[in-house]
Structures are given as C-alpha cells and as structure tokens.
C-alpha cells in the first residue's frame, strides 16, 4: 500500500508570490491535516479536511488555505508569501475524521518551501 | 501559554543500553498522547500512542509511561539500536471548538553512539 505522498519536495518562492502544495493520502483513507515546521515553532497544525470540508483549523492567518477533492487529494495554498513562511509543510492522512484522538495519523514526507 | 515541551534537547546513549525520552505536557483536559519518530528528511512516524485513562502502554521494544498527577509524559526504548537515531516528538490531543488536533512538543533528537 503506497505511503501519504507529497508534490513536489521542494519549492524555491520570494517574497510576495503564493504556493500550491499538494498531498495524496493512503488509498482509503478520508482525512487529510496539513502542519507546519519550523525550527523555531517546531510542529504546528494548520488545517483538517473530511469529506471536502474543513473540519478544524489552526492559528494560522488567512493567507493559508486548503482544499480537498473528491478522491481525497488535498491542497493548501499560501498567498503573499513571507520570509517566515519557509518550513517544512506535512501533511497527514487517516481513515476517520475527528483528528488524531480517533485514528492513527500518516504523515508524508513534506514539502520543503524556502521563501527567498 | 499551555504547550507540550521536552527536558532534553538532545540524548546521547550507547547501543545496547535503554534510552527515555521526556515530556511535559500542561493541559490536564488533554485526552490522548502520542509519540512520533522523525528521521532525516522524512516525516513523523507513528511509535507509539496513549490514552488518558492509563498509565502505561507497551509495544514492541518501546513503553510509554504517562504520570497525570504532575503532566509528564515518558517514551522508553529498550536495547536502543543505530536505527533509533532520530528526533523523537511528543504530542497531545486537544480538543478546541472545532474539534481535535494534535500539538507538538520541540523534539529530542536521540543518538545511538556504536
């Protein structure tokens, strides 16, 4: 059974621009959470999506968005882009809804976003 | 503010010899613990979860000890192996208006010397 994958690994943006990141989840699998890392704030959750909706959020500013299709894929996107945007985006994937409490979390390798 | 944090940065053992990574957690109405592994350029893996109507979980080679009377959390690798080399997280359920989600303690890089 193939793993969580993320498109693409790394991504090179400036100032100003947005990025589209993409997440693939396990076969079967529902929800889809996106988190961020950052030497600095280490591990920090951004959004959840079920089903095509947003089903928690984290404390993250508006310019950070997500979506999820159909087929379960989702994508976050982050707009007007800042220096301290550079991290490592995850994304996790689990059967069930509700978050980590109710089914195990897969994560993804990430993608890796430098903000110049 | 309420964060889950780690004592030790960085833990250096033998191979061979056991290893026990801490953790501090301050929400008392947090319902649900987990421990993650992160290699080089991977992400999180799943090692290990707990619920908060116990105090010890067992899985192969690793034991999670959870003391809810002082909010400390403990991951327990026996016989730690090179392999065990990695950042190690501790994390905590919350359940905020929306629902649950997880937050991250800062890590504990662990390094098996041979």
């Known amino acids: 059974k193939a793993g969580v994958t993320q498109t693409p690994r790394y991504l090179i943006k400036t100032r100003g621009q947005q990025v589209t990141l993409s997440c693939s989840p396990i076969?079967?699998?529902?929800?889809v959470s996106w988190y961020q890392q950052t030497p600095g704030q280490g591990l920090q959750f951004l959004f959840e999506?079920?089903?095509?909706?947003?089903?928690n959020k984290g404390n993250f500013p508006g310019r950070f968005s997500g979506r999820q299709f159909s087929n379960s894929r989702s994508e976050m996107n982050v707009s007007t882009l800042e220096l301290g945007d550079s991290a490592l985006y995850l994304c996790?994937?689990?059967?069930?809804?509700?978050?980590?409490?109710?089914?195990?979390?897969?994560f993804g390798p990430g993608t890796r976003l430098t903000v110049l | 503010g309420e964060s889950v944090g780690l004592h030790l940065p960085t833990l250096s053992v033998q191979e061979g010899d056991n290893s026990i990574i801490n953790c501090a957690y301050s929400n008392s109405a947090s319902d649900y613990f987990i421990w993650y592994k992160q290699e080089s350029g991977k992400g999180p893996q799943f090692i290990i979860d707990i619920r908060s109507n116990m105090d010890k979980r067992q899985g192969q080679r690793v034991t999670v000890l959870l003391n809810k009377t002082v909010k400390h959390l403990s991951l327990q690798i026996a016989a730690t192996q090179p392999g065990d080399s990695a950042v190690y997280f501790c994390a905590e359920n919350r359940n905020n208006a929306t629902g649950n989600m997880l937050t991250f303690g800062g890590g504990t890089r662990l390094m098996v010397k041979p």
């Open positions: 999506y079920f089903s095509e909706t947003q089903r």
């Open positions: 996790a994937s689990s059967r069930l809804a509700g978050g980590p409490g109710t089914d195990t979390q897969y």
């Open positions: 076969s079967g699998h529902r929800s």
